[in-house]
């Protein structure tokens, strides 16, 4: 329970009888900071395109969900996202473009987070009605990095909070956010934060362009043209191909998913993922003990769902954090270098887990250590198989096949240490590792910038 006392004179009739109000524009103003108004910093301040626009699979220009916008980074879903419109279509609706370093903010259902808008990672994109777009004046003297970095401050989300609106769906105005605060900070700071937002975002940058180049390398050296495989929608099955099988699912026999592991069985070798890993499942801790970011202590950790796999990470700021007690009591034994993977629900989203993690995964999510003799055996590292379970016609085809409704909730249950794992020759192996230990070295780089800038941002502030 929480209290604050307020005096009648600060009460207005168009004032909103609430604690978060109260907190924000009688309390934490009451630090005399000096502030700009955000429509005085800003040249558009805009939502997307109100109308259905059609979403299509096969690549055209990027147009975003508001799930797609998390804390400071963009976050694409290539397994159930459809994330693309005609060119036609872009060109028609004038409304959905963005400019380099608009920053993007989520104002329908889950809102408040908020990113910059970088073409060379995120591509042309455009946005729908659940995100806003903020792009400052030229000459602005507040940096875009700055204001990113500002809500994601613990000041700057309880400012937010303050003036959403809404009883089933959270909403942020337009108007609203045209009257949001921008307090003024020493030009040293200023600057230190914007350096530091600029590192963060080019990091992130450089790790996606190298599992990238990696996920490429795989492609070319598998030597397997997935392109030529004949995709059938009507076929037929022998009964003999059950005859080892307890799943009898119209997905399981599908040609396109068992043509595409022959074809990269007739040239490689492959091993069961059961063979040269171990899986432990993540534990359930009760929504009773889901803690919010504002309300989070220092010792809180993060609660990793699925939906918190970000980019290949898990990611730092999450919707809901445990008390420390019960992470140590779980005990789920995660390391830095740890592959995950999500077994159910939203399945096949994959990553590391690097040296500044530290959480609960939830769980939908399975963690899979190698075991030694796939080194010492097969010569496979822990990032040769994240790049494995990262490529589609492995991943997903081996998902789906497997995948049933359990309840309502779509499951592999434990089929995945039957997924089969090819081993390329020991170059490639050597070529893809050193990509992807690199990419995440650049994500945890990216991580301890983020967390000096929160840390620093919430420490001046003094909420």
Known sequence: ?????????????????????????????????????????????????????????????????????????????????????????????????????DILLTIVGTVGKIALYKQKYIGIAGIPRHIAKIRLKDGCEISQEYIVAFFLSKLGKKQIENITTGNIQPLLSIGNIEKLDIPIVPTDMHNEITEKMKKFIDAEISSLEKISQAQSLFYYRIGVDFSAIEKENIFSVQKSFFADSDLWTPTYSYPLYVSTLRAIQ???????????????????????????????????????????????????????????????????????????????????????????????????????????????????????????????????YQAKRYTVIQSTIPTISNRLLDFEIPILDTSTIDEITQLVKSAFELKDKKKRLINEVREKMDSYFEI
């Open 266 to 396: 007739s040239k490689w070798q492959t091993i069961k993922l059961g063979d040269i890993a171990t899986l432990k499942k993540g534990d359930e801790v009760g929504s009773d003990n889901y803690i919010g970011y504002l309300d989070k202590r220092k010792t809180d950790v993060p609660f990793i769902r699925t939906s918190d796999i970000v980019n290949y990470e898990t990611d730092q700021y999450p919707d809901f954090y445990i008390p420390e007690e019960i992470y140590k009591e779980l005990n789920q034994d995660i390391k830095a270098g740890d592959v995950i993977f999500t077994n159910d629900g939203k399945i096949g989203q994959v990553g590391i887990i690097t040296k500044n993690d530290k959480i609960i995964l939830q769980s939908h999510i399975k963690r899979i250590r190698l075991k030694k003799e796939a080194i010492e055996r097969y010569n496979i590292t822990a990032e040769y198989l994240f790049l494995c379970l990262s490529i589609k016609e492995l991943t997903i």
């Open 1 to 101: 329970m929480k209290s604050i006392e307020i005096k009648r004179n600060n009460i207005s009739i168009d004032y909103r009888f609430e604690y978060s109000y109260y907190l924000y524009n009688v309390k934490l103003k009451q630090n005399k900071l000096q502030y700009f108004v955000l429509k005085d910093l800003s040249e558009i301040i805009s939502d997307g395109e109100h109308s259905a626009i059609p979403r299509i699979k096969e690549k055209g220009i990027r147009y975003l969900y508001g799930r797609n916008i998390k804390d400071g980074i963009v976050n694409f879903d290539p397994n159930t996202d459809s994330s693309y419109i005609s060119e036609k279509d872009y060109k028609k609706f004038k409304r959905i473009h963005l400019k380099e370093n």
